[in-house]
């Protein structure tokens, strides 16, 4: 059931190198959403960009969002050991008011070495 | 402030016996939901709540499967006969009606003998 894909599923750099991320998604979206996973922790949400929205930017995070091809990219600069986590994304499927399900990728598993 | 919270935080338990998870949204949350996370399948959705009443339960597997809300700061998800598939990890999310991200809890983690 699950709608994304992500790629690549595992991702090892060097600290100070950036990284990568791709998700594609299969149906049409009101916004997409990136959120990161910390190994045996829960799942904190990083950034959300809109359907009308090309890039956006938050800190060292860098999301891209091409509804024509429905795909998006997580770009990670200057990583640190502390990003080592699995990233996933996820579209919102919206019930009544602004939210609802979240459908999420299968995730990338991020390792930055120091 | 507090965030979700779920417990228990582990939970072992032979097949066939009865789990309860629980879970305590953040406060002024109007909206909870309950996640199951595999290898093999990811993270899916299976129930969501609105001021405590179910929205949306296609994602429950099936009939052992049961969850509850019976006021705004608690909720249940029971399984009743529990089988070693059921073995994954359980997250709890709340939101609030303007609000389209989630906050998740740091899950419950069942293994099924």
């Known amino acids: 059931s699950q709608q994304g894909e992500e790629d690549p599923q595992a991702l090892s750099i060097q600290e100070g190198e950036n990284a990568t991320m791709n998700c594609s998604y299969k149906?049409?979206?009101?916004?997409l959403q990136w959120y990161r996973q910390n190994s045996g922790r829960g799942l904190v949400h990083l950034i959300l960009i809109r359907s009308n929205e090309r890039e956006k930017h938050s800190g060292r995070l860098r999301v891209t969002l091409d509804t024509s091809k429905k795909s998006s990219s997580l770009l990670i600069t200057a990583s640190r050991a502390a990003d080592t986590a699995s990233y996933f994304c996820?579209?919102?499927?919206?019930?009544?008011?602004?939210?609802?399900?979240?459908?999420f990728g299968q995730g990338t598993t991020l390792q930055v070495k120091p | 402030d507090a965030g979700v919270i779920q417990s228990p935080r582990h939970e072992v338990t032979e097949m066939g016996q009865e789990v309860t998870l629980r879970c305590k949204p953040i406060s002024g949350h109007d909206y909870l939901f309950w996640y199951r996370q595999t290898m093999m399948r990811g993270l899916e959705l299976l129930i969501y709540f609105n001021n405590n009443v179910p929205i949306d339960d296609s994602g429950m597997p099936e009939d052992r499967f049961s969850a509850k809300m019976p006021n705004a700061s608690f909720s249940t998800l029971k399984i009743q006969p529990s089988e070693p598939r059921d073995s994954a990890v359980y997250f709890c999310?709340?939101?609030?009606?303007?609000?389209?991200?989630?906050?998740f809890g740091p899950g419950t983690r069942l293994l099924v003998l």
């Open positions: 996820a579209t919102l499927r919206r019930g009544s008011g602004n939210t609802g399900k979240l459908i």
């Open positions: 999310a709340s939101t609030a009606t303007s609000q389209e991200t989630q906050y």
């Open positions: 149906t049409s979206i009101n916004n």
